[in-house]
């Protein structure tokens, strides 16, 4: 159950009261890819959680004294506690609730999925890079032959394995870490950079189809939507609500 205000919180703006019983509260931004990961887990896990969203080009004051670094995501418990940092929030709340284990019971097994995560957040950048750059009218067709031989190692990965997703035949915490780029490849303008690679393909494809995904994730047309006002440097937080 989610308990949603997707009103956004500026400067200026009165803090949200105490969190409610039996809730945890997620400062979030609804098109942060970061963000989406812990909201990933708490649809995942069926998690009760109320979401507030947070102006990040206009950060609330009380906001600030939450998170010292401004970014979301950020969790907070009723009794006060607050978390931030999307691996760590997700790894807390597979802990806390352990209902539904995300990560593998092996630890190492889950030291395995913590290394692909670190491997794979330093490909992020290459997603911004290229946009950003092609918008300025740079040549990027470097960066891109670079993006795609990063995707084709993570095909390697799942020919080797044999499995569906990157932890086994079911989804675990490593393919939800990862997933949000996948979702937004289109916005990119980068689905290209998937031909060559069928076994990644086929896991977009299935990821696409589990509930915790189509939960939280827009349309190509709503990404896109607001990634050029992003872009433009005025980003619509609000954009179709």
């Keep these: 159950k989610c308990s949603k ?3 956004l919180y500026p400067s200026g703006s009165a803090a949200p009261g105490p969190v409610p019983k039996d809730y945890i509260r997620v400062y979030s931004m609804r098109f942060c890819p970061f963000a989406q990961r812990t ?18 080009a ?8 939450k998170n010292p670094f401004g970014i979301v995501l950020t969790l907070e418990t009723p009794a006060g ?12 709340l597979d802990e806390v609730y352990p209902e539904k284990k995300l990560f593998p019971s092996s ?8 290394m692909m995560l670190e491997h794979f957040s330093k490909r992020i950048g290459y997603f911004y890079r290229i946009s950003s750059g092609r918008k300025n ?5 470097g960066l ?18 044999k499995t569906k997703f990157f932890g086994g035949d079911s989804i675990t915490m490593i393919d939800y870490m990862m997933w949000p780029w996948f979702e937004r490849l289109e916005t990119f303008e980068l689905q290209h950079c998937l031909d060559g690679t069928p076994e990644l393909k086929k896991w977009t494809e299935r990821m696409r189809e589990d509930p915790a995904v189509k939960a939280t994730m827009y349309s190509v047309d709503a990404h896109k939507a607001f990634y050029k006002t992003f872009l433009d440097g005025n980003p619509d937080f609000d954009y179709g609500l």
């Design 39 to 56: 909201r990933l887990v708490f649809k995942a896990k069926g998690i009760k959680h109320e979401i507030i969203n947070v102006h990040l």
């Design 58 to 65: 206009d950060k609330p004051e009380w906001y600030l004294k």
């Design 144 to 161: 891109e032959a670079e993006l795609k031989e990063k995707l084709s190692k993570l095909n390697e990965d799942l020919v080797n394995k």
């Design 5 to 7: 205000r997707c009103f």
């Design 137 to 141: 009218g740079q040549d990027v067709s």
């Design 81 to 92: 506690e607050v978390i931030y940092e999307s691996p760590i929030t997700c790894e807390y």
């Design 107 to 114: 630890p190492f097994a889950k030291a395995q999925q913590k």
